[in-house]
Each structure stands twice: as C-alpha cells, then as structure tokens.
C-alpha cells in the first residue's frame, strides 16, 4: 500500500485548507484511514479518522468542530476538510491507513507541510 498526501501550504490565521491521500496498491483490505500531524519538537498527535466500511468518524478534541474527514471509496481517497486555521495548526500532516489485519495505523504517507501563519 502506498499513500500520497497533498493539498497543504502556507495559510493565514482564520483560513482554510483542504488535504488529500490517496491510497494506491493493496487497499482492499482497508480498514480505516485517518490523519496525524507533528509539530516541530512535539509528538505525533492523532486528528481525526475514518472507517472505510460505513464512514464512521472520530476526531480529536483539539480539531472538533474545525476539521472533517471525509472518504471517496471509488478513489481511494480521504480528505481533511480544515476550517479556521489557527497558528498552533502549523505541522506536517500525514495521512495512515489501517488493514482489516492490524490493530494500528501501518502505512503512512510522506507528509505535506500546513503553515499558519497570524
């Protein structure tokens, strides 16, 4: 499975921005996708997820009410719908993708850089 990530760039503050992933390879055996993001000298933090089979969603308290998820099955594709952008958004987004096999998140993509600036 290989995943692909795009749609991130530079954004002032109260902004929005939309990132993509598409999933390629393998992906019948998709579970769930979701979306991380690092923070220079912070930990990885979970956003926000997606069940392939149903699209049921789960969201950090930190994104609720600003960012969705969202999926095209035909595609391959998850979105992250992200609305009033705030300076601490500022990180590298990945996307991952979960296996029916797997109790984690396995494949990853490269990342796409989300600045906010104030």
């Known amino acids: 499975v290989q995943l692909q990530a795009s749609g991130g760039g530079l954004v002032q503050a109260g902004g929005s921005l939309r990132l993509s992933c598409v999933a390629s390879?393998?992906?019948?055996?998709?579970?769930?996708m979701g979306w991380f993001r690092q923070a220079p000298g912070k930990e990885r933090e979970f956003l926000a997820a997606i069940v392939w089979s149903g699209g049921r969603t789960y969201y950090a308290d930190s994104v609720k009410g600003r960012f969705t998820i969202s999926r095209d099955n035909a595609e391959n594709t998850v979105y992250l719908q992200m609305n009033s952008l705030k300076p601490e958004d500022t990180a590298v987004y990945y996307c991952a993708l979960r296996t029916t096999h797997d109790d984690k998140y396995n494949y990853w993509g490269q990342g796409t850089q989300v600045t906010v600036s104030s």
């Open positions: 390879g393998r992906t019948f055996s998709t579970d769930a």
